[in-house]
Nanobody, 127 residues
Framework: QLVESGGGLVEPGGSLTLSCAAPGFILEDYAIGWFRQAPGKEREGVSC????????YYKESVKGRFTISIDNAENTVYLQMNSLRPEDTAVYYC??????????????????????WGQGTRVTVSS
């Protein structure tokens, strides 16, 4: 079971760090991704990371603003979000996918249909 936390209300230009705790997962056996779903829109991949390949993928609109990272000791994946915009408002989910563990772009673009998912954390960017 993945557990997301760290969401909240932030003003445009602000920052948040989301956490995805993964108890029981051996993170090097998975690709881990952050996805988001805004009201009335489809879920989309934001950023994905693979420990075994060392690769990361970012959605174009978040490049330079968001950073994904893994703390292996804490078995937690983070998404540092800076320079937040109103269009970043969404429920953010993390997912773990063993089948795509070396294919971060595929994981983010396909939505990880066979992955394990958390319940989500809401991010609202508004003044």
């Amino acid at each position: 079971q993945l557990v997301e936390s760290g969401g909240g209300l932030v003003e445009p230009g602000g920052s948040l760090t989301l956490s995805c705790a993964a108890p029981g997962f051996i993170l090097e056996d998975y690709a881990i991704g952050w996805f988001r779903q805004a009201p009335g829109k489809e879920r989309e991949g934001v950023s994905c990371i693979s420990m075994i390949s060392g690769s990361t993928y970012y959605k174009e609109s978040v490049k330079g603003r968001f950073t994904i990272s893994i703390d292996n000791a804490e078995n937690t994946v983070y998404l540092q979000m800076n320079s937040l915009r109103p269009e970043d408002t969404a429920v953010y989910y993390c997912a773990a996918d063993s089948l795509l563990k070396s294919h971060v772009e595929a994981m983010c673009l396909t939505g990880s249909p066979l992955g394990s998912w958390g319940q989500g954390t809401r991010v609202t960017v508004s003044s």
